[in-house]
């Protein structure tokens, strides 16, 4: 009943957006924990959208912003991404759109996402996404997991962006957004025992809550972020298929 409640209130957020900024909202998503299937009790709502302005407002000699930012408070996080926006950054493999295109959990969505999904894979690239996922598992574990007391939530935001480099790693492809398709295919049989009580400590815990650091979850961290990097570093970059769909696929949402 709580779910269904707040679904219907971000639909409601979702539509008051297109009436007040005069767009219209082509696919909006949730993008974290509740999306990557790990959600606290108190994990808010992280709400994701792309959407298209009115042709005019895309010749005009002034600018307009190309985000859309709604105030966070402690259950509702929203904001999207302008159309523009989002093919240029398709463009440049940003990781974060193959993971909002991915989402299991979907609010709202018309055929330009279908669209956008059948292209995508186009524009994959490994090394950017690999560059992303390491940075994130680095920076992570460096500012969260190395004192005697951690967070419990935090080994999954580092434990999640390294599953997602051997996932690529081995598959070419971007990554499935639940974390346990992630560790159905690339966590070692060894470590299941350890994350899965983390996972229950997680998803039935507050977000603050603080535990002894796990050493064995940190030794395989450890050794996990130094071979990735080092597989990373010695990559190059795959060719771009270029501009000529994704300017085909603007025009078509401004007709």
Known sequence: MEQNRMRDEIVEALHRIEETENVQILLAVESGSRAWGFAS???????????????????????????????????????????????????????????WFASPIVYMETEFADTFRSIMDQYFSSRKSLYHYISMAEGNYRDYLKGEMVRAKKYFYVLRPILACKWILEKGTHPPMRFSE????????????????????????PEIQLIPRVERVNSYL??????????????????????????????????
Do not use: C, H
């Open 182 to 205: 992630l560790m159905d295919a690339e966590l070692p049989e060894a470590m299941r025992e350890d994350v899965q009580r983390l996972l229950d400590l997680k998803m039935n815990s």
């Open 41 to 99: 009790p108190d994990s808010d709502y992280d709400v994701r959208f792309i959407y298209v302005r009115p042709k005019d407002d895309y010749l005009r000699l002034d600018t307009i912003r190309d985000v859309i930012e709604l105030p966070v408070n402690d259950v509702l996080d929203i904001n999207g991404w302008d159309l523009q926006k989002t093919l240029r950054l398709l463009y440049k493999s940003n990781p974060t759109l193959f993971e």
């Open 222 to 255: 450890d050794v996990s972020i130094d071979e990735i990097k080092t597989v990373v570093q010695a990559m190059e970059d795959s060719d771009n298929p270029g501009w000529e769909e994704l300017n085909g696929l603007f025009l078509k949402e401004l007709a």
